[in-house]
Nanobody, 119 residues
Framework: QVQLVESGGGLVQAGRSLRLSCAAS????????MGWFRQAPGKQRELVAT???????NYADSVKGRFTISRDNAKNTMYLQMNSLKPEDTAVYYC?????????????WGQGTQVTVSS
């Protein structure tokens, strides 16, 4: 059984920082690309940032220069450092990973963690 578990969400004031973590567990052989997505109330889920297995990153324009995605392959864990948070960053943040396990490949989602930024 493979699981992605996010942590680190919470309530913060605008301008402050939060660090999200996403830990993958189970019979994982290797993890391909990973990413963070978010969904605000009444809106579609949108891409925040992605990172490949060799560390190449990509960011949504709305978070460039404020958010940093990283991963620790030895720990099967991905991070999202969020600085200079804005009220419009308020959303449920989901992690996503494409991974090989027990001879198969699948795409997994975490359960989500709430980030609320007050003005």
């Amino acid at each position: 059984q493979v699981q992605l578990v996010e942590s680190g969400g919470g309530l913060v004031q605008a301008g402050r920082s939060l660090r999200l973590s996403c830990a993958a567990s189970g019979s994982i052989f290797s993890i391909n690309a990973m990413g963070w997505f978010r969904q605000a109330p009444g809106k579609q889920r949108e891409l925040v940032a992605t990172i490949t297995s060799d560390g190449s990153t990509n960011y949504a324009d709305s978070v460039k220069g404020r958010f940093t995605i990283s991963r620790d392959n030895a720990k099967n864990t991905m991070y999202l450092q969020m600085n200079s948070l804005k009220p419009e960053d308020t959303a449920v943040y989901y992690c996503n990973a494409g991974l090989y396990y027990s001879g198969s490949y699948a795409n997994y989602w975490g359960q989500g963690t709430q980030v609320t930024v007050s003005s």
